[in-house]
C-alpha cells in the first residue's frame, strides 16, 4: 500500500485508538508541516549507510520532543504517529509558513530547532578522488552556528550546518565546499546566498537587491536602509540589521554565480581572507575576458551596424562599422608614471610594487626621502609646495562642510565623502578643463620663472585619463581599453591590435582622429592599415579638420568611400 495514501494513515492510527481521541486534524497538518522542514535534521541522526530516499523508522528524540510538545501529545505516541506519517513528509515539499508554526519555532529555538535551518545540497560527498563518493552521509560538525536569514518576509533568526566527509576532509557549507583552503561554490541555483559569516540572503530577495540597483540606480546605502525599514516588521524581535557591505558583496556573489553559470563553469575562491579581498582575482578575470573578448553580443551583426551591398564589379560584398571613442570616466590609480598595476585600496597613492615612493619626496624631479611625517623633503621650496596644496583642500573641506549640511540626508550613505579628499583627484589629460590639483605647481604668477623651471609635486591620488570604447554603429559596445595617461594613438593602436588578435577587427572605423591615426599607423604598423578603414565622421571632418592635409583629405575624407552612402544618405550612424 502506498504510505502517502489518507486510507494507509487511518490505517496506521486505528492501532493506538487512543492517538485517535487527542490528535485533532489541525494538529495532524501542522505535526506533518513540521517534520517535513526538519527532512535534514532527521537524516543527519541516521547512520552512514542510511538510503536517504527513505524515511526513517524512527524519529530522533530531541525532534519527538518538539513536536510532541507543539500539539500537546504523549511523547508515548510519538512514534505510531511517525510510522503513520513518514511517507507523507518524506515525499512533501516545504510550504510556506502557517501562523501556528511560527510559535512552534519560537519555542524549539532553544534546542536549535528552526523550519529554516540551512543545510548543504548534498548528502554524500561530491569529490569524485574521495573514497566515500557517493557512498555514505556526511555527518555534522562543530554543531550549529546561529545565523540571520534576510527574506521578502523580514530577518529571521535560525542556524546553519556545515558537513565533513570523514575520508577526504571536505566540508560542505550551504552555499559551498571547501577543500585545501578553497571554496567552490554549488550550481548557480541557489536559494540562500550568504553575505557574510552569519548573515544570508533569500534567493527571491537578492534579486530584488539586483534589480534596484540596476534599475532605479539605487545605491546599497539605501537599498539596506529601504529594507531595515520596510520589511523588518515592528514586532519582530531585534537581529543583526542588513548594510550596504552585505548588499554590495550578494551583488557580487550573484553575478560571479551568473558569469560562471553562462561558461559552464563552478566558481572558485579562497577560503581565507578578508571578505573584502576574497572575490578580487574572480572579477578580475572576469572583467579583463570581457574588455578584450567583449560580452556575449559582440558578434552580433545586424542591418544598422553591417551592410550587404553589390560593388561595381558586380560582387556582394559586406562590411562592418565600429565607431571608437574615448569616456573620460577615470578611476584611481598608482601615481607612478605609466604603472598600469592597481592600486591595494582607493585611498592609497601608489601600488603595493610603488609603495617606496610614500616615502620619496612628491615632487616630480627629487627623490629625497621625507621627513616629518610629510610628503616632501626638508627642502623649503618643496616643503612651501606641500603647505600650498593644504590650504587649498582646507577652502574645499568648507565648502564641502557647507554642502554636507544643507544637502546629504545620510551621513553613512555610500557616496558621502570619504577620508580621502576628492580635491586632491584629477585627470592629467589635455581635457581636464580646470587647474589640476594633484599636481601642484610652485607659482601663482604666469611670469617666467627667474630660478628656473617650475617644479610639481604629485600630493593627492592620480586618475586614469579615459576608458577608449569601440562601439557598433547599432550601439553595442564590443570593447575597450584604458587609457592611462591619455588618448595617444599608441593606445588606440593596442586596442586595435587587440581586435584584431579576436577577430573583431572592423572593416570600417569611424574615428575623430582619424587622420593621425592613419598617420601613426602608415609607420609603425602598415599591415594592420591594410585590413582597415579610417574615415572620419561627417561632424568632426567638416568642424574640426584641415581641408588641405593629405590624410584628412585623401584617406579619412568620408566621400571617398561610397560604400558608406546610400541614396538616402549615410548607412551608418557614426
Not at 554565480?257 to 559552464?264: E, I
Not at 607612478?336 to 601608489?350: E, K, N, Q
Not at 591590435?497 to 604598423?525: M, Q, S, T, W
Amino acid at each position: 500500500m502506498n504510505m502517502d495514501t489518507l486510507r494507509h494513515v487511518l490505517d496506521v492510527l486505528s492501532y493506538e485508538p487512543s492517538l485517535l481521541d487527542h490528535i485533532t486534524l489541525t494538529a495532524l497538518h501542522l505535526v506533518i508541516t513540521l517534520a517535513t522542514k526538519l527532512k535534514n535534521d532527521i537524516l543527519a541522526a541516521q547512520p552512514p549507510d542510511h538510503d536517504p530516499l527513505t524515511p526513517p523508522p524512527a524519529l530522533p528524540d530531541h525532534i519527538a520532543v518538539f513536536l510532541a510538545t507543539v500539539v500537546d501529545m504523549n511523547i508515548n505516541l510519538v512514534p505510531v504517529l511517525w510510522h503513520a506519517i513518514a511517507g507523507t513528509v518524506w515525499q512533501r515539499a516545504s510550504e510556506l509558513d502557517m501562523p501556528q508554526e511560527q510559535h512552534a519555532w519560537d519555542q524549539a529555538r532553544a534546542d536549535e530547532i528552526s523550519g529554516d535551518t540551512l543545510w548543504p545540497p548534498n548528502e554524500y560527498c561530491t569529490n569524485t578522488n574521495c573514497i566515500n563518493f557517493h557512498k555514505s552521509l556526511i555527518r555534522e560538525r562543530d554543531g550549529r552556528r546561529r545565523v540571520t536569514l534576510y527574506t521578502l518576509g523580514g530577518a529571521r533568526s535560525t542556524f546553519s550546518v556545515h558537513l565533513v566527509c570523514s575520508a577526504c576532509r571536505t566540508t560542505y557549507y550551504p552555499n559551498y565546499a571547501v577543500q585545501q583552503g578553497v571554496r567552490s561554490y554549488y550550481a548557480p541555483s541557489l536559494t540562500v546566498i550568504q553575505a557574510a559569516e552569519h548573515h544570508y540572503v533569500d534567493r527571491p530577495l537578492a534579486d530584488l537587491f539586483i534589480s534596484m540597483m540596476l534599475m532605479s540606480w539605487t545605491s546599497a546605502t539605501n537599498v539596506a536602509k529601504i529594507y531595515n525599514h520596510t520589511f523588518t516588521p515592528s514586532h519582530s524581535p531585534p537581529l543583526p540589521r542588513l548594510n550596504k557591505h552585505h548588499v554590495f558583496d550578494i551583488f557580487i556573489i550573484m553575478s560571479l554565480l551568473d558569469d560562471c553559470g553562462r561558461q559552464g563553469l563552478q566558481l572558485h575562491v579562497p577560503h581565507t581572507g578578508d571578505q573584502k579581498d576574497r572575490f578580487l582575482a574572480a572579477m578580475t578575470l572576469r572583467n579583463e575576458r570581457m574588455r578584450i573578448y567583449g560580452q556575449p553580443e559582440a558578434a552580433h551583426f545586424c542591418s544598422k551596424c553591417m551592410r550587404t551591398f553589390v560593388d561595381a564589379d558586380g560582387a556582394l560584398r559586406t562590411i562592418h562599422a565600429l565607431v571608437g571613442d574615448a569616456v573620460c570616466i577615470g578611476h584611481a590609480r598608482c601615481s607612478a608614471d605609466g604603472c598600469p598595476i592597481p592600486l591595494y585600496s582607493h585611498a592609497d597613492r601608489f601600488c603595493p610594487s610603488h609603495h617606496y615612493l610614500n616615502y620619496c619626496c612628491a615632487v616630480t624631479t627629487c627623490r629625497a626621502p621625507t621627513t616629518d611625517h610629510r610628503k616632501t623633503c626638508g627642502i623649503p621650496a618643496h616643503r612651501q609646495l606641500e603647505v600650498q596644496h593644504q590650504q587649498r583642500n582646507t577652502a574645499m573641506f568648507q565648502l564641502k562642510g557647507v554642502l554636507q549640511r544643507q544637502a546629504v540626508t545620510h551621513l553613512d550613505d555610500a557616496s558621502a565623502v570619504s577620508a580621502v579628499n576628492d580635491a586632491v583627484e584629477t585627470n592629467n589629460g589635455p581635457e581636464v578643463p580646470q587647474q589640476s590639483s594633484t599636481f601642484i605647481d610652485d607659482t601663482d604668477c604666469p611670469a617666467k620663472n627667474e630660478q628656473g623651471p617650475y617644479m610639481k609635486a604629485i600630493l593627492g591620488r592620480t586618475r586614469t585619463h579615459a576608458e577608449f570604447t569601440f562601439n557598433r554603429p547599432c550601439g553595442i559596445i564590443i570593447s575597450r581599453y584604458t587609457c592611462v595617461k591619455a588618448e595617444s594613438l599608441s593606445s588606440v593602436h593596442c586596442a586595435l591590435r587587440e581586435l584584431d588578435a579576436i577577430g573583431l577587427l572592423p572593416d570600417v572605423l569611424f574615428y575623430d582622429n582619424g587622420c593621425r591615426l592613419h598617420r601613426y599607423l602608415a609607420k609603425h604598423d602598415p599591415s594592420l592599415l591594410t585590413k582597415i578603414t579610417l574615415p572620419v565622421d561627417v561632424f568632426h571632418w567638416t568642424v574640426k579638420h584641415k581641408k588641405n592635409d593629405a590624410e584628412c583629405s585623401l584617406f579619412c575624407n568620408p566621400m571617398q568611400f561610397p560604400e558608406l552612402r546610400t541614396e538616402d544618405g549615410w548607412y551608418f550612424n557614426s
